[in-house]
C-alpha cells in the first residue's frame, strides 16, 4: 500500500520532535501555537507552528512513483514477515493437517473445525447460522452462545468445501496472526506513528505476544482480531468531529463484521474504548468534554445499524433455544495469577513446559506472561512519556485490564487470598458473568503493543538528534532485548485417530437421510464431532462438544450433557468396566435411544475403537446383526425409529 502524504493522511498527528520535546497538559488545542503541544487522546498533536508542512512528503516531491513504491515494498516485506512469522507457530499442523491436531487443546480445534463445517453446510444447504440440531442431536446447539464465527465460516466456504474443515481451520488459525499483526502495523503507520519501524514493532508485538499464540492452541474466534485496530480508530475518529454520519456508518459496519466474527472479542474492544474514554476524561476532563459531543451521536448512528443487523442474534444469544448464563464453575477458575504478568508462557522463547504451570487456567489462557525485562520496558516507557497524554491513557487502561484478568480475589504466589479483586465489582453484571476473567489481559496486551510502537517513535525521532542518538540506540536494544524472550515457539502437534473412510468417502450418503442422525460408536462428542466434521455436516450427531444450559428449566451453562443410558452402556464396555451381557432392559433402552436420536444408523469403525470385538458383540445384541460397509460395521437402525 502507498503512505499518502502527510497533508492527506488521516492522523491523529504525532510530534515531530520526539519525547524529548513532549507535550504539555494544555488542554485547548486553539490556544497556542508555541512548541507547547496541546494532546489528543491517542497522541500529542501537532499545533501550527510545529506541524508537518502541507505537501507532498520530500521523497514523495522529489520521487514521484519511486516514493510510493519504495513505502508500498515496505508494507509487502512487513506483511511477509507477519506471515512469516505465522506459518512459524503453526508449522507443525501444516506438515499433514488432516493427521494431525495442532497445540494442546485438541477439543477445542476439533469443535472450530465443526463450527467452519457447518458455516460451509449451512451456506450450501440455505440453513440456520445461528443454531442447529445437527449436533447434539435432537436438542441442538445454539452457536451464538457458543464461538460464533459466521463470517469467517461464510469467508472460508469454498475451502471447506474443497479442502476440508481442517483445511480451513489452520489456514484460518495461521492468517489471524498475520493479519492482526499487519492491521495493527497498518493503523499504527497511517494514523498514530510516523516510524514504519515503531509500526512494525508495535503490530509484531499485538499479535505474537503470549495472549494471541496460546489462544491459538484452539481459539481462533480470540485471535481473529484483524478489524479490532480499525474499529478504536474509528471510535477515535468520530471524536474529532467532521462527517459524524458517514463515519458513525462505517464503524457500524466494523462493528457488524466483529459481531459475526467473534461477539466476546467485540465486548472486549467495547471495553477497551470505554476505558480509553473514560482515561481521557480523567486526565483531560476539557477536552474530553468537547470530543464526546461528535463521539455520541456518532455512536447512536453506530448503535442503529449494529441492532438492524444483530437483532436476531442477539436474541438467539440472550434468549433462544439452548442459551446459557455463565461458564460452568466460578470465575477465578479462568483467573490469571498476579506474578503470571513476570513469568514466560510455554510457547515462547523463555518459556517451556513448565514455566507457566499454576499461573494461568491452562495452555490456553495464557494472556500475560511478559516477563520481567518487557515490564521494566514498559513502565521504564511510560515513565519516560510520563507528559503525553498518549502514554497516559494506554499505562491507564493496561493496568486497570491485567487487574480485571486477576480475578474477584487477589493472588499471593499462586494461591488465592479472600481479599476482593476489582473483578468482584462487575462479576454479576450482564455479559461480564459470561467472560472468561485472564482474557481482559487481551486489552493489556494491545495497550503494551501500541506504547511499544509510541516509545519506538520517540526513539526513531530522537535519532536525528546528535545528543540522542546514544539514548536511541540504547531504547531500541532494551526493546529488542524485552521482545527476545516472549517471542514464540512453534505449537505442539498430536496425531489424531482418523475418519472411516465410510465418512469420508461419501458411503453414509446411501444409509442416513438428510437431517438424521449417525451415532459413532463409541458415542462419545469428540467422535461425533470428527466424523461430522469430515462430511461438512452432512447428517447430525448424539452429545457433542459445546456450551450448553443445565436443563430446560436451568440455563446456566455446562458443558455437553449428561450421555443417554446407552452411551454410557457402550464407553463401560469400550472402557473395559462391563461385560458383553445385556439383558431385554438394555435393548429396549437402546432402541428407544436411538428413537431419541432420530438415528438412521450406528456405526462401529474398524480401526481406533478399543475393545472392538467387544463392542460389537453388544451392539448385534442390541439391534440385530451388523453388515460390513467399507471400514465399519453398520446396523440400520430405521426399523426401531421411523
Given at each position: ?8 493522511r488521516?492522523?491523529e ?12 497538559d ?32 520530500p521523497d514523495a516531491a522529489?520521487?514521484?512513483?519511486r516514493?510510493?513504491?519504495r513505502?508500498r515494498?515496505?508494507d509487502a ?7 512469516a512469522?505465522?506459518?512459524w ?7 499433514d493437517?488432516?493427521?494431525?491436531l495442532?497445540?494442546?487443546r ?36 445454539n ?13 472460508l466456504?469454498?475451502v471447506?468445501?474443497l479442502?476440508?474443515?481442517s483445511f480451513?481451520?489452520?489456514l ?13 502495523y497498518?493503523?499504527?503507520s ?13 503490530g509484531?508485538?499485538c499479535a505474537?505476544?503470549?495472549?494471541l499464540?496460546?489462544?491459538s492452541?484452539?481459539?481462533?474466534h480470540?485471535?481473529?482480531?484483524w478489524l ?5 480508530w474509528r ?12 463515519d458513525?456508518?462505517?464503524l457500524?459496519?466494523l ?15 467495547a ?21 464526546l459531543?461528535p463521539?455520541?451521536?456518532g455512536?447512536?448512528?453506530t ?31 479462568y ?21 507457566a504451570?499454576?499461573w494461568?487456567?491452562?495452555?490456553t489462557?495464557q ?12 513502565f ?6 510520563r507528559r503525553e ?54 486489552i ?11 516509545a ?13 542518538r ?26 489424531r ?9 461419501g458411503a ?25 466434521s ?14 450448553g ?22 464407553t463401560?464396555?469400550s472402557?473395559g ?20 436420536w432420530?438415528a ?11 475393545r ?6 453388544v ?24
Open positions: 500500500m502507498t503512505a499518502p502524504a502527510p497533508d492527506t488521516d492522523r498527528p504525532v510530534p515531530s520532535g520526539g519525547a524529548g520535546a513532549a507535550g504539555d494544555t488542554p485547548d488545542p486553539a490556544a497556542s501555537t508555541a512548541p507547547e503541544r496541546p494532546t489528543g487522546p491517542t497522541g500529542p498533536e501537532r499545533p501550527a507552528a510545529t506541524a508537518a508542512p502541507a505537501g507532498p512528503r522529489a520521487g514521484g512513483r516514493g510510493g513504491d513505502w515494498r515496505v516485506l512487513v506483511a511477509l514477515v507477519y506471515l512469522g505465522a506459518f507457530v503453526t508449522a507443525r499442523g501444516w506438515r493437517y488432516d493427521g494431525r495442532l497445540g494442546s485438541p477439543n477445542d480445534q476439533g469443535f472450530n473445525e465443526w463450527m467452519l463445517a457447518y458455516a460451509a453446510h449451512a451456506v450450501s444447504h440455505l440453513e440456520n447460522p445461528f443454531f442447529t440440531t445437527l449436533q447434539n442431536a435432537p436438542s441442538g446447539v452457536l451464538m452462545t457458543n464461538v460464533g464465527m459466521q463470517l469467517p465460516g461464510l469467508v466456504t469454498p471447506t468445501l479442502f476440508g474443515a480451513s481451520y489452520l484460518f488459525i495461521t492468517l489471524n496472526l498475520a493479519g492482526t499483526g499487519y492491521a495493527w497498518h493503523v499504527l497511517r494514523h498514530v506513528v510516523d516510524s514504519r519501524a515503531a509500526a512494525f514493532v508495535g509484531l508485538f505474537f505476544a503470549p495472549a499464540v496460546s489462544h492452541n484452539g481459539h481462533p480470540i485471535t481473529a482480531q479490532v485496530p480499525f474499529i478504536v471510535v477515535i475518529a468520530l471524536s474529532r468531529g467532521g462527517r459524524v454520519v458517514r458513525g456508518l462505517v457500524g459496519g462493528v457488524v463484521a466483529q459481531f459475526f466474527i467473534s461477539l466476546e472479542i467485540l465486548f472486549l474492544t471495553l477497551g474504548c470505554l476505558m480509553l474514554v473514560l482515561a481521557y476524561l480523567a486526565f483531560r476532563p476539557r477536552d474530553a468534554v468537547r470530543r459531543r463521539l455520541l451521536p455512536l447512536a448512528i448503535a442503529v445499524l449494529v441492532a438492524a443487523a444483530a437483532a436476531y442474534p442477539l436474541w438467539m444469544q440472550f434468549a433462544g433455544p439452548q442459551h446459557r448464563v455463565g461458564h460452568p464453575g466460578t470465575p477465578d477458575i483467573a490469571l495469577k498476579l506474578g503470571s504478568y513476570v513469568r514466560f508462557a510455554t510457547q515462547s522463547v523463555a518459556g517451556g513446559p513448565t514455566s504451570v499454576g494461568a487456567p491452562n495452555t489462557e494472556a500475560s506472561f511478559y516477563g520481567w525485562s518487557m515490564l521494566v520496558v514498559a521504564g516507557a511510560l515513565w519516560w512519556l497524554i498518549t502514554a497516559r491513557v494506554l499505562g491507564a487502561v493496561g493496568i486497570v485490564s491485567a487487574l480485571l484478568s486477576i480475578g474477584t480475589t487477589w493472588t499471593s504466589g499462586t494461591r488465592r487470598t479472600d481479599i476482593p479483586a476489582p473483578f468482584a465489582l462487575v462479576q454479576n453484571l450482564p455479559v461480564f458473568d459470561s467472560v472468561v476473567v485472564a482474557r481482559f489481559a487481551l493489556t496486551t494491545v495497550a503494551l503493543g501500541v506504547l511499544l510502537a509510541v519506538g517513535d520517540r526513539l526513531a525521532a530522537r535519532r536525528e538528534q546528535p545528543a540522542g546514544l539514548a536511541a540506540r540504547v531504547g531500541a536494544v532494551a526493546v529488542a532485548a524485552a521482545l527476545l524472550p516472549v517471542l514464540p515457539v512453534p505449537l505442539e502437534a498430536r496425531g485417530i482418523p475418519v472411516p473412510d465410510f465418512v469420508t468417502g453414509w450418503h446411501d444409509h442416513v437421510a438428510p437431517g438424521r442422525t449417525l451415532v459413532p460408536v463409541p458415542v462419545n462428542g469428540m467422535t461425533s464431532l470428527y466424523w461430522s469430515a462430511a461438512v455436516a452432512g447428517f447430525a450427531v448424539p452429545e457433542g462438544y459445546f456450551l444450559p443445565v436443563s430446560a428449566t436451568d440455563a446456566t451453562g455446562r458443558w455437553g450433557v449428561d450421555p443417554q443410558p446407552t452411551a454410557k452402556l457402550l463401560a464396555v472402557d468396566k462391563r461385560d458383553t451381557a445385556v439383558g431385554p432392559a438394555d435393548i429396549a433402552q437402546a432402541r428407544a435411544d436411538v428413537r431419541y432420530k438412521d444408523a450406528v456405526a462401529l469403525p474398524d480401526r481406533g475403537a478399543r472392538h470385538d467387544a463392542l460389537k458383540t451392539l448385534d445384541a442390541l439391534y440385530g446383526p451388523g453388515q460390513r460397509v467399507d471400514d465399519v460395521w453398520l446396523w440400520d437402525v430405521r426399523p426401531f425409529t421411523r
